[in-house]
């Protein structure tokens, strides 16, 4: 393979930067089950007339449904996958190693300002992509369907993460809408590709 | 002028202290250039692949390295709540000088911030596998009829865990076979064959096809960016290593893992007879079980 062409395949596969971990940080158990009785979670709405330019932007805005499916099951695939491509501490190592939070790998070695510098090159829109393709991913492995949704929708309970990170308060309030969404049943618009 | 490898070898294992001392684990690559002799201590991994990216292997801790990993965590968090109790007391020094503040001087004076109190379930601290990372460079390679590379590492058991190439600048690129992926063992003082490494859809976008193998399509297809080919008889094994003990690789399933490059999500493609999904559980097709998340 050409120099030139595995540059091609690398940016193909889109980028990724670790995010530095901050030393001593403290965090949450990533997926430590939390309790959240869903009649307190707000249905997000979901119905809405296509208009002009909405399907072409069904790569950034969609949501995730599975039939069969309660909410606390769909709440804790969806922290999962927004655990996962955040690069933090998801799995407990078979339970044998306590340790809930050890950041990125960069972060692990002391690689913050070679982050800073990854992300002065990379720039926010590629994690931003990078996100939205790994929920795509993650979803999709668990045997959730993809559904568009005009921006307008999708903003009311979604949320895009570049280079900065959103609260934890917000994002789990987020998270439990998205939930909400995923097991309110069939949409009436067309399932998209993963 | 020729250097026998092992002798760069055994010069950086003196180098490198037990492996819980979190320092790069070791591995040593070879050149097509280079003779080879087996160090009786070291383990050999002979992977093939008609494609020059790099390889992200992971070793698996080992009962005394997750032991001593708790001792040293522990330590972490005794002296982290050292330090936490006297950032406390300055906390509540200035707290209670805030609270003295009149109003005007309170709306100028950000309010000091209470620390949080590192606990056994919220401490941070790197991770066990953060020394245990070998990469098999793609472009590096041993022989070229073969496709095959070489590499020197320490003997344990081995995880694929994804195809990621690592900047100087600490970035990296590629992607995790967070989601699903084998893992193998590897005995000191012989060659163990991987076999092929595959990059089906890499592949078949440099070939112009439609992404296909053993009935698998993309996307929910089950078909993924890297799948395996164990080793068999009828591949090709440089001729330097031909005399040399070696073994093919026997693959079990793995869980998933943590993202610790904060690259793409992928798994590996389901491998007959080894490895399975149902839905996103990975699935140990030998044992016919699920497979716990390392």
Do not use: H
Not at chain 1, 95 to 104: E, K, L, S
Not at chain 2, 37 to 42: E, F, G, L, Q, V
Not at chain 2, 76 to 82: F, M
Not at chain 2, 195 to 202: D, E, T, V
């Amino acid at each position: 393979m050409t120099i030139r062409n595995r540059a091609a395949v690398l940016a193909a596969l889109a980028m990724a930067m670790p995010a530095a971990a901050e030393a001593q940080k403290v965090a949450d158990r990533s997926l430590a089950p939390i309790a959240v009785d869903p009649a307190t979670v707000p249905l997000p709405a979901l119905v809405f007339t296509e208009a002009a330019g909405d399907k072409e932007g069904y790569d950034k805005y969609f949501y995730f449904v599975r039939a069969d499916t309660d909410f606390a099951t769909a709440y804790q695939d969806i922290r999962e996958c927004d655990s996962l491509t955040r690069g933090i501490r998801t799995y407990m190592n078979g339970g044998t190693v306590p340790y809930p939070y050890a950041g990125t790998m960069a972060g692990a070695i002391g690689g913050a300002i070679g982050s800073a510098l990854a992300d002065a090159i990379f720039g926010s829109a590629q994690r931003r992509a990078m996100r939205r393709t790994n929920l795509r991913t993650c979803m999709g492995y668990k045997g959730y369907s993809r559904y568009g949704l005009s921006k307008d929708l999708w903003t009311k309970f979604n949320f895009e993460e570049g280079l900065g990170s959103v609260a934890d308060d917000e994002r789990q309030k987020f998270l439990q809408m998205q939930a909400k969404a995923a097991v309110a049943g069939k949409p009436q618009g067309e399932e998209l590709e993963f | 002028m020729r250097i026998p490898m092992i002798i760069t070898a055994a010069a950086v294992a003196l180098a490198v202290p037990a492996a819980a001392t979190a320092k790069p684990a070791f591995s040593q690559q070879f050149k097509s250039t280079t003779a080879v002799s087996i160090d009786p201590t070291k383990a050999y991994l002979l992977m093939r692949s008609p494609v020059s990216l790099d390889v992200k292997l992971l070793r698996v801790a080992r009962p005394d390295e997750v032991a001593a990993y708790q001792v040293e965590r522990a330590a972490a968090l005794v002296t982290a709540r050292a330090k936490y109790f006297k950032k406390l007391a300055s906390y509540n020094q200035e707290a209670k000088a805030w609270n003295n503040y009149d109003a005007a001087d309170r709306a100028r004076m950000p309010k000091p911030e209470r620390p949080i109190e590192p606990t056994e379930d919220n401490f941070g601290f790197k991770a066990i596998e953060s020394d245990k990372f070998v990469t098999v460079w793609g472009g590096r390679v041993f022989d070229k009829a073969a496709e095959a590379r070489l590499i020197a590492v320490d003997p344990g058991t081995y995880r694929i865990y994804g195809q990621i190439f690592e900047g100087t600048n600490g970035s990296s690129i590629g992607f995790c076979l967070c989601m699903g992926s084998v893992q193998f063992d590897v005995a000191p003082g012989r060659i163990t064959d991987m076999g092929s490494i595959r990059y089906p859809l890499n592949e078949a976008l440099k070939n112009k096809v439609e992404p296909s193998w053993n009935g698998l399509t993309k996307g929910n297809g089950g078909l993924t960016a890297m799948r395996i080919e164990p080793p068999a008889a009828a591949d090709p094994v440089p001729a330097s290593l031909a005399a040399l003990p070696r073994e093919a690789a026997v693959y079990r399933a793995a869980g998933k893992i943590d993202n610790f490059f904060g690259v793409i999500i992928q798994r590996l493609t389901a491998l007959p007879g080894v490895l399975s999904y149902r839905r996103d559980e990975v699935i140990d097709e030998r044992a016919g079980k699920a497979v716990a998340s390392d």
